[in-house]
């Protein structure tokens, strides 16, 4: 079955750094650009950040850019998020989703579980 | 930056037709997705390119897509359709993607 597992959320101090990692699984991961959406507590949808599948191409939205950092290792099937100088406002569940294709403009067929990341002191 | 508008709220009885706008700047001159997401759960795709229909989603849920107005349309509307949907765009002018800010549908 074609999956996403998402980790490493959990709680972390204003100002600080966390890495959530998308492991994905059933499909050949580098033929399709992923992204990272994440949802707030009782709201709507986000886009964070999209990357190509050979990296070549990669897009944030204007909330994170400069803090986050969008990778992956196609060796590993594995997405990753890097989020440094955190918010309280970037407190969310962080859902990884598989587009489609290699086009950005395609939608998401397939999404995580998602995982919490809360930022408080 | 581009921006989508759906109304928040839309209500329908068993059996009737729901339909969920997604309004833009001549968002028909884009490809439009829906999603439809339960409470807890992460989002499903229910409709891509305006139109498709990806395997497993009932032909119930249909698309379409013109002028400054992209459409979800539900018919014969079930209690297990009560959801929160999304549309959602590619901006090609900003390279960002785009959601619209959801719609709860509720069936009465």
């Given amino acids: 079955e074609v999956q996403l597992l998402e980790s490493g959320g959990g709680l972390v101090q204003p100002g600080g750094s ?15 650009a992923m992204t990272w959406v994440r949802q707030a507590p009782g709201k709507g949808l986000e886009w ?7 990296s070549d191409n990669i897009y944030y939205g204007d909330s994170v850019k400069g803090r986050f950092r969008i990778s992956r290792d196609n060796s590993k099937n594995t997405l990753y998020l890097q989020m440094n100088s955190l918010r309280a406002e970037d ?3 962080y859902y990884c989703a ?9 939608a998401f067929d397939i999404w995580g579980q998602g995982t919490m990341v809360t930022v408080s002191s | 930056s581009y921006v ?16 969920i706008t997604c309004g833009g700047n001549d968002v028909g001159d884009k490809s439009v997705h829906w999603y439809q997401q339960r409470p807890g759960q992460a989002p499903v795709l229910v409709i891509y390119y305006d139109s498709g ?41 900003s390279d960002h993607l785009v959601f619209g800010g959801g719609t709860l549908l509720t069936v009465l």
Avoid at chain 1, 18 to 32: D, I, K
Avoid at chain 2, 53 to 67: L, M
């Fill in chain 1, 91 to 93: 407190t969310a569940v």
């Fill in chain 2, 53 to 93: 229909r990806p395997s497993g989603i009932p032909e119930r849920f249909s698309g379409s897509n013109s002028g400054n107005t992209a459409t979800l349309t539900i018919y014969r509307v079930e209690a297990g359709d009560e959801a929160d949907y999304y549309c959602q765009v590619w901006d090609s002018d």
């Fill in chain 1, 98 to 106: 598989k587009v489609r294709s290699n086009f950005l403009t395609d």
């Fill in chain 1, 18 to 32: 966390l890495r959530l990692s998308c492991t994905a699984s059933e499909f050949t991961f580098s033929n399709y």
């Fill in chain 1, 48 to 54: 964070v950040s999209a990357i190509s599948g050979r």
């Fill in chain 2, 4 to 19: 989508l508008t759906q109304p928040p709220s839309v209500s329908v009885a068993p059996g009737k037709t729901a339909r």
